[in-house]
């Protein structure tokens, strides 16, 4: 599926917001000095409201399957001939804010998923009951081909999925790595298992259906 580029509108603002959000969470993982309030999508969202607003700033949006995948904002900038740093920059250029871009996690977000529940599956040959349950999911349309994309890579062993895993992740933290078991699937018929408890099993369909899951469901190396 092809990227798709395009302005940067009022209408990508909630879901740059919920990607800039993401991106702050992480700088703070570096800099916990950062203020903590930006890692909300709706604190971050006027300031991205009031960047567009600026004078001469213009953006660009990345779309893939109309899931917004990144975004780049800046304004141009004319450098006079005795600016004190003229040797080291163009005379025209161009200033990216430090709140002017952000990219989306590799794999798929939560965006693509629709629905998720727990459930017990058939009794496994181990005889333990207390382990045979699962997760079902039901995926956008738009998640569906993006997720079958990344399905064929990991059923043939191909970049990105090397490992035929999918690993979801929730705040850089691996709480599971199924392998993928068909290289198609349709958006009804994905199903997480694999010796997983009633515990375990609440607790995806909690990460999965949290907004905006961090590093979302990601295809390992």
Request: aromatic share 6%; hydrophobic share 45%.
């Given at each position: 599926m092809s990227l798709i580029f395009v302005d940067l509108s009022g209408d990508h603002v909630a879901d740059a917001a919920a990607l800039l959000a993401l991106r702050h969470r992480e700088d703070r993982r570096a800099a916990p000095i950062l203020p903590a309030r930006y890692e909300d999508p709706a604190e971050v969202a006027p300031v991205l409201h009031a960047l567009l607003a600026s004078e001469g700033m213009h953006g660009v949006a990345a779309l893939q399957g109309g899931q917004l995948l990144g975004f780049l904002c800046g304004?141009?900038?004319?450098?006079?001939?005795?600016?004190?740093?003229?040797?080291?920059?163009?005379?025209?250029?161009?200033?990216?804010?430090?709140?002017?871009?952000?990219?989306?996690?590799?794999?798929?977000?939560?965006?693509?998923?629709?629905?998720?529940?727990?459930?017990?599956?058939?009794?496994?040959?181990?005889?333990?009951?207390?382990?045979?349950?699962?997760?079902?999911l039901i995926l956008t349309f738009d998640g569906i081909d993006t997720f079958n994309e990344l399905a064929s890579a990991c059923k043939h062993r191909e970049s990105p999925c090397d490992a035929g895993l999918a690993a979801i992740a929730l705040d850089q933290v691996v709480l599971m790595a199924p392998r993928v078991a068909d290289e198609e699937f349709s958006r009804f018929d994905i199903q997480i298992s694999g010796d997983i408890d009633e515990e375990t099993a609440n607790s995806m369909v909690a990460a999965l259906t949290t907004a905006p899951l961090p590093r979302g469901l990601e295809f390992s190396e």
């Amino acid at each position: 599926m092809s990227l798709i580029f395009v302005d940067l509108s009022g209408d990508h603002v909630a879901d740059a917001a919920a990607l800039l959000a993401l991106r702050h969470r992480e700088d703070r993982r570096a800099a916990p000095i950062l203020p903590a309030r930006y890692e909300d999508p709706a604190e971050v969202a006027p300031v991205l409201h009031a960047l567009l607003a600026s004078e001469g700033m213009h953006g660009v949006a990345a779309l893939q399957g109309g899931q917004l995948l990144g975004f780049l904002c800046g304004s141009p900038v004319l450098r006079p001939p005795d600016y004190l740093f003229a040797g080291f920059v163009q005379p025209r250029s161009g200033d990216i804010p430090d709140a002017g871009y952000a990219l989306a996690p590799g794999g798929i977000t939560n965006a693509a998923i629709e629905d998720a529940t727990a459930t017990v599956n058939e009794p496994d040959q181990d005889g333990n009951r207390e382990d045979d349950y699962g997760v079902n999911l039901i995926l956008t349309f738009d998640g569906i081909d993006t997720f079958n994309e990344l399905a064929s890579a990991c059923k043939h062993r191909e970049s990105p999925c090397d490992a035929g895993l999918a690993a979801i992740a929730l705040d850089q933290v691996v709480l599971m790595a199924p392998r993928v078991a068909d290289e198609e699937f349709s958006r009804f018929d994905i199903q997480i298992s694999g010796d997983i408890d009633e515990e375990t099993a609440n607790s995806m369909v909690a990460a999965l259906t949290t907004a905006p899951l961090p590093r979302g469901l990601e295809f390992s190396e």
